[in-house]
């Protein structure tokens, strides 16, 4: 259901292939596409401690490349909609709890809010026992068995970020679970002992955190994917610091405040008042077809 609300009915998730197809594949046939997957272009990495002058002869002879390659299949996009108006998306399962999710799709990502967004992560919703979500609306508040809200960012450059939101809760809470989340996301609580734990954290984590071996070329191949040539780790190391509530409250405010959400729902229908549902959106029950395509 976040894949679907994230880019509608054609998305990542249900693009599978069809019974029928299923069944005319054979063993043959997936062979076939292992032997032919060097006939098209592509790139050969390699970490180690020779130098490209020493290596390269060696991957020559091991690798054998076609005299020419072959044109790459059609791709297929799928981008992200646009939430204009609320909707409750819903998934009938025979379960006692209720899963929540809320999903909106915002700006085109930009490589220098990166430490606004690992801050306001933190602090709001993925620091642990340390953040405004988990703390109101599990501890103090008892509303949710699970709790995490954070400010996705893509993985490639010139597509959204996605706005991110979960609870589980018990089925009979699911209305004040759900009002409970809306009011975090409409209005971003201040505290500083959790401004300064997200901070910390922050700091920590780059400091301990080590990027080795083949790692190294993982983390410069999803940077140039983004756009970034350079470590935003340091950048965020230097810049977070500095931030305080007043920046987070206006990245809030602009990018996640009375915006409307799509609302995923999994839960059970005996257990789940449809009129509840109603209340946060234009109500769409979903069938299993449309969600695994199949």
Known sequence: MRTYAQYGPKNPFNNVLSEAEINALTAQDLVNLLKDLFNYRHQVIYYGPKTLAEIKPILEKAHSLPAAYKAYPAKTNFSKVNMDKPQ???????????????????????????PTVSVFNNYFG???????????????KALAYATSAYYAPP???????????????????????VEG???LLNDLPESEVFLTAAKTAIKN?????????YDIVASYLNAQLRG?????????????????????????????????????????????????????GELKVMSLEELFGY
């Open 228 to 280: 970034v040539d350079y470590d935003d780790r340091k950048w965020t190391y230097e810049q977070a610091p500095g931030i305080d509530y007043a920046a987070l409250k206006t990245f809030h405010s602009t990018n996640i405040s009375k915006k409307p959400y799509t609302i995923c729902v999994l839960g059970s229908d005996k257990r789940l008042k449809m009129e509840d549902l109603k209340a946060f």
């Open 205 to 213: 984590g780059i400091e301990t955190d080590r990027t080795k071996g």
């Open 88 to 114: 409750v998306l819903f998934a009938n399962y025979e379960m006692v709890q209720a899963e929540i999710d809320w999903v909106r799709n915002t700006d085109v990502y930009d490589p220098k809010l990166a």
């Open 126 to 140: 993925f620091g642990g026992f340390t953040c405004i979500v988990v703390q109101t609306l599990r501890e103090s």
């Open 155 to 177: 993985g490639k450059k010139g597509e959204p970020y996605t706005m991110q939101a979960y609870i589980q809760t018990q089925a009979d809470k699911f209305k004040e679970a």
């Open 181 to 183: 989340m809306n009011e």
